[in-house]
Structures are given as C-alpha cells and as structure tokens.
C-alpha cells in the first residue's frame, strides 16, 4: 500500500495576502496529508525521514534548505521560479531534485510536447520565438518561457516580456480580476513556409496546487524507485 509521506512546504506568507505559500497551506488545510510550513532553514523538528519538501521561496534561501535536504536525505521540490537548477543544484546530488518550474498540470504538458516540438525544430533549422505576459509586479525571471526557449536551443535573454495591465487586458484578453496574478505565453515556430503557433495562459494560482498534488502522489508512488539526482516534475508525471 502507498504510504502518504509527511510534507514540509517552504515560503512565507505576506500579511495574509494570496501567494503560494498562502494557497498550499489551504488546500492541504483538508487534512488529506499532513504538512508543516517554515519559512526557510534550518528545517528543525521531528519530521518523518522520507518526507518531502517543497520550496517556494527565493533563491537567497536555497541554498541552506538544500543543504538541510541533503543532511536530512529528504526529497526536495524546488517551485520557485528564481532558482536554475543548474546553477544551484550539483548535477550529482545525494537526494532526488525535482524542478518544477510550473505546476500547472496542463502547462506541465506543453512542456513535453515543446521539448519534441524543439528537437523536430533545431534539426531542420527552423526559427523559433517565445513570448510571454506577467502581472507588472512580477520581479523574476520569466522562468516558464525561458524553459519553452531552451527547448528550441534559444537563449534566456531572447525572450519577448510584457508587464503592463493595459496590454494584459486589451490585447491579451486576461479579465480585471486576474490581473494580479497571470502568466501568458507564445511561441512561434517556422520553416518552409509551415508555422506553428501555441499560446495559453493561466489565471490566478489555485492549478499550482493541482499540479503539486499530483506530483507528491507521484512521489509516494515510486518510494524508494525514485532515485537521486535531478528530475524535471512533467517528465516525472508524464513520462
């Protein structure tokens, strides 16, 4: 039988106000697992072994929570778009890594058919463009898109970026309420006279928690088959 595992979710809350870490706690307020929220390390407390750990905080506190991870030999979910996983986390680290970058369940699925549509685009030369519109407060890096683009071999800085409400609700069609909190994205591709183009958007955060869900039971499903190193979450998920 899968056993639930005890999660530890990362970030701090802002006065109250609607954020990741606010939202998590929430939504696994319904005790279908049980969870602790800190706001960074040292991870203290009597804690389960294998319990998982999920990060939503800035990459200025990474550090010192992977390596409470690694002590500890707890999974760790890194959701926080600040942090590059090959910037921060050793490529042979002790513990499974999981990258999440978007846990949106249905952006976790556009990245698998990017990273096909990616490799098809680069042996054939094609030309690719990535796009994409945030809330105008959002401060870090467009992380999502900056995936989208790797996968055509573009890099981080090639990505077009919107921060305007105007635009957001003119011409991206995103509705006054969401105007706090959305991602869109675009991507075009080229060749020989085919074009390819894909967009979606998300609106608000509550599919993070979806998203996050599904991979802690993807989690407690593979146990001890789930092994150290580095694992992008869709692939995990999706295979």
């Known amino acids: 039988m899968t056993r639930t595992r005890h999660l530890i979710i990362v970030g701090r809350s802002r006065d109250g106000r609607e954020n990741m870490t606010s939202l998590l706690v929430n939504a696994f ?13 040292p991870i203290k407390g009597d804690f389960p072994d294998d319990s998982i750990v999920a990060y939503f905080s800035s990459k200025e506190r990474f550090q010192s929570v992977l390596a409470e991870c690694i002590k500890r030999h707890l999974t760790l979910i890194v959701g926080s778009s600040d942090v590059k996983a090959t910037e921060y986390v050793p490529s042979e680290v002790e513990i499974p890594v999981i990258i999440a970058e978007n846990l949106s369940p249905l952006v976790m699925g556009v990245f698998g058919a990017c990273e096909r549509l990616g490799k098809v685009s680069q042996m054939i030369g094609a030309h690719a463009f990535v796009a994409e519109g945030h809330q105008k407060t959002k401060t870090s890096a467009p992380a999502t898109a900056q995936k989208i683009a790797g996968y055509f071999g573009n890099p981080p800085e090639s990505v077009g970026s919107i921060r305007s409400d105007p635009i957001a609700r003119a ?9 706090g909190g959305f991602g869109a994205h675009f991507i075009a591709v080229s060749h020989n006279g085919t074009n390819v183009r894909v967009s979606f958007d998300t609106q608000g955060r509550s599919m993070y928690c979806d998203g996050l869900k599904l991979l802690l039971g993807k989690i407690d499903e593979l146990g001890n088959d789930l092994k150290p190193g580095i694992h992008e979450a869709h692939e995990l998920l999706f295979g």
Not at 29 to 41: E, I, M, Q, V
Not at 171 to 179: C, H, M, T
């Open 29 to 41: 307020n319904t005790g279908d697992r049980s969870f602790t929220r800190l706001d960074g390390a």
């Open 171 to 179: 011409v991206l069609g995103i509705p006054e309420a969401n105007l």
